[in-house]
């Protein structure tokens, strides 16, 4: 088996600019590595209690920012998320491979399409060639 993946979660404090509307919304859960036989995976924890497992389509499974962040510094828990179909005005794409682990060289593929899509793009928790990008989604007045 490998060796479990390095989290480099940054400043848990401070939220990036296209999520600092959902810090006071209950969208928010826990992660720890899980190695499945196979690979090392991050399911979703309940940020309220990380030994039970979160659901996507469960609401009453997520929590807030702040339990969620106090489990990481807890070391209860490995990084935090939320879940995307309780977010308010946001749109996602996980950019899997898609950087260098050496040169740390973002593909040109990827890079294409972060150009194309403008928006707060960062590095997955463990660093390695993951770009998560993220997208503040106006709300259209009807």
């Known amino acids: 088996m490998e060796p479990k993946p390095q989290t480099h979660n940054g400043d ?82 996980d950019l899997d491979h898609c950087r260098d682990p050496q040169t740390m060289a973002i593909e040109p593929w990827a890079d294409d399409l972060i150009r194309r899509f403008p928006s707060d793009a960062y590095l997955e928790a463990h660093g390695a060639a993951h770009y998560r990008h993220q997208r503040n989604i106006p709300r259209i007045q009807t």
């Open 12 to 93: 848990l404090g401070k939220l990036p600019p296209a999520l600092a509307h959902l810090r006071n919304e209950r969208v928010w859960v826990c992660w720890k590595w899980f190695h499945n036989g196979k690979k090392w995976t991050k399911p979703p924890y309940q940020a309220d209690d990380p030994e039970c497992y979160a659901s996507t389509s469960n609401p009453d499974t997520w929590g807030t920012y702040e339990t969620a962040i106090a489990q990481v510094i807890a070391r209860r828990a490995d990084g935090i998320g939320f879940v995307l179909k309780g977010a308010r005005d946001i749109g996602a794409a």
